[in-house]
């Protein structure tokens, strides 16, 4: 690759392409360096902390609705829960870097300018973009699953006018975390890598141990459509989720691609010019190539 501007090797690092609040908090930093910033920089960045903000304090209610009208002793069996807690993780996460240029601006992850906050700001981008990508896939499986299939079965069974409270709980937590998700995907520079399809299907997987451990363990069938005492429909219908949600993950990738193109043309770009700089590298003397290959492994 080209060497920097500090005369060092211009040093590679993936998640700052997959994870980029540098737009964001371009203009606070220009600010504080002195250098001029638009009116409508400043704007920009103000209306999504808004909006953010506004997300983040959204998808606090159906955890008030639950713990108001359901039974919280069980709060983490239902997948739909599990969904929940990871789009508010997500949602605040997001939030905690829009206002953290240490951890997620501009020189975040250059190692060579941000040597005191590198390690930490690296963790949080890893985790970040892992728990973004889990709660896009999640928030669509609930949604399809719960609407097609368990909804109509569930008003019938709260249907007694004093379960109001069941019903509209049902109703915000299969919906709300699923905007709020998509919301924030939406204004967040964050992109899913094609690989980490693998993920899916072991998570989902996961799940279907966990609740059939509950199963042997408490008696508590969670799912009508997963009756664990015909074990061979059950473990395939899990399956076939596995298949739903690797597919949603396709079709959502394959969306950031018309919806993020300049943020999917700039990851790619980067993985190109990471891939001629190894080439290069292997043509240079032993010595070189091992201090090359020292600093491209510490970004």
Same mark, same amino acid.
């Given at each position: 690759? /080209?060497?920097?501007?500090?005369g060092g090797?211009?040093?590679?690092?993936?998640?700052? &392409? %997959?994870? /980029? @609040?540098?737009?964001?908090?371009g203009a606070?930093?220009? =600010?504080?360096?002195?250098?001029y910033?638009? =009116?409508e920089?400043?704007?920009?960045? *103000? #209306?999504?902390r808004?909006?953010?903000?506004? #997300?983040?304090?959204?998808?606090l !209610?159906?955890?008030?609705?639950?713990?108001?009208f359901? /039974?919280?002793?069980? @709060?983490?069996?239902?997948?739909?829960?599990?969904t929940? $807690?990871?789009? *508010?993780?997500?949602?605040w !996460?997001?939030?905690?870097?829009?206002?953290?240029?240490?951890?997620?601006g501009v020189?975040?992850?250059?190692?060579?300018k941000?040597r005191? *906050?590198?390690?930490? *700001? #690296?963790y949080l981008h890893?985790?970040?973009? %892992?728990?973004?990508?889990?709660?896009?896939? $999640?928030n669509?499986?609930?949604?399809?699953?719960?609407?097609?299939?368990? &909804?109509?079965?569930?008003m019938?069974?709260?249907?007694?006018? /004093?379960?109001?409270?069941? +019903?509209?709980?049902?109703?915000?937590?299969?919906?709300?975390?699923?905007?709020?998700c998509?919301?924030?995907?939406?204004?967040?520079?964050?992109?899913?890598?094609h690989?980490?399809?693998r993920?899916?299907?072991?998570? $989902?997987?996961?799940?279907? !141990?966990?609740?059939?451990?509950?199963?042997?363990? +408490?008696?508590?069938?969670?799912?009508? @459509?997963?009756? @664990? +005492?015909?074990?061979?429909?059950?473990?395939?219908?899990?399956?076939?989720i596995?298949? #739903?949600g690797s597919?949603?993950?396709e079709?959502?990738?394959?969306?950031?691609?018309?919806?993020?193109?300049?943020? $999917?043309?700039?990851?790619?770009q980067?993985?190109?010019?990471?891939?001629r =700089?190894?080439? +290069?590298?292997?043509?240079?003397?032993?010595f =070189?190539?091992?201090?090359?290959?020292?600093?491209?492994?510490?970004?």
């Amino acid at each position: 690759e /080209d060497e920097g501007e500090d005369g060092g090797w211009f040093t590679y690092n993936e998640l700052s &392409h %997959l994870v /980029d @609040f540098s737009r964001e908090h371009g203009a606070v930093e220009g =600010e504080e360096m002195g250098l001029y910033v638009s =009116e409508e920089d400043r704007r920009s960045l *103000a #209306l999504w902390r808004r909006v953010r903000v506004g #997300l983040g304090l959204l998808i606090l !209610t159906p955890f008030l609705t639950s713990f108001l009208f359901w /039974d919280y002793h069980y @709060f983490f069996v239902p997948f739909t829960n599990w969904t929940l $807690c990871f789009t *508010a993780i997500v949602t605040w !996460t997001s939030i905690f870097a829009s206002f953290s240029p240490s951890y997620f601006g501009v020189q975040a992850l250059n190692w060579r300018k941000n040597r005191v *906050a590198y390690v930490p *700001a #690296l963790y949080l981008h890893a985790f970040l973009h %892992l728990m973004y990508t889990l709660t896009l896939v $999640c928030n669509i499986v609930v949604v399809s699953i719960y609407w097609s299939i368990l &909804h109509p079965e569930q008003m019938e069974e709260y249907k007694a006018p /004093d379960l109001w409270g069941k +019903r509209f709980h049902l109703r915000i937590v299969h919906s709300i975390p699923f905007l709020v998700c998509f919301a924030n995907a939406a204004i967040s520079r964050v992109k899913l890598k094609h690989q980490f399809w693998r993920v899916v299907p072991s998570f $989902c997987l996961l799940y279907g !141990t966990f609740v059939y451990y509950v199963w042997l363990s +408490r008696g508590i069938q969670q799912y009508s @459509f997963l009756d @664990f +005492r015909q074990a061979h429909q059950a473990f395939t219908r899990i399956i076939l989720i596995c298949a #739903l949600g690797s597919a949603a993950y396709e079709v959502v990738y394959k969306l950031e691609l018309l919806v993020k193109p300049d943020l $999917c043309s700039r990851y790619y770009q980067a993985r190109v010019r990471y891939q001629r =700089e190894l080439t +290069r590298n292997f043509q240079k003397q032993p010595f =070189e190539v091992a201090m090359t290959e020292q600093a491209l492994s510490r970004s």
